[in-house]
């Protein structure tokens, strides 16, 4: 079982910066693939972007050349650096992780899940 626990939500203008932080219960989490979600209210829960074993990433066409996904196996964390964000950035963000070494934007690839936290982005 891995608990991820998210944290560095907050309120934001927009185009200043954020850095959302997941922490994970594991003991390696090299061998974790996570990604960061997001749920905007009225709307489904979206991949934003996506981090492989190996360090490939993916990103969502909407947040490609701001956001910066990156996991430091070392302190068991995944990082989300938001940069430029936008009004339309603001939703609930989750962590999420799957032991196997690549993963996508479905859901339902991922087992565990954080808690999120809210990231608002004002104009």
């Known amino acids: 079982q891995v608990q991820l626990a998210e944290s560095g939500g907050g309120s934001v203008q927009a185009g200043g910066s954020l850095r959302l932080s997941c922490a994970a219960s594991?003991?390696?989490?090299?061998?974790?693939?996570m990604g960061w979600f997001r749920q905007a209210p009225g709307k489904e829960r979206e991949g934003v972007a996506v981090i492989q074993t190996l360090g490939d990433t993916i990103y969502a066409d909407s947040v490609k050349g701001r956001f910066t996904i990156s996991k430091d196996n070392a302190r068991n964390t995944l990082y989300l650096d938001m940069n430029r964000p936008k009004p339309d950035d603001t939703a609930m963000h989750y962590c999420?992780?799957?032991?196997?070494?690549?993963?996508?934007?479905?859901?339902?690839?991922?087992?565990?899940w954080g808690q999120g936290t809210q990231v608002t982005v004002s104009s």
């Open positions: 594991i003991y390696s989490a090299s061998r974790l693939c």
């Open positions: 999420a992780a799957t032991a196997y070494p690549s993963c996508s934007w479905y859901r339902n690839e991922y087992p565990y």
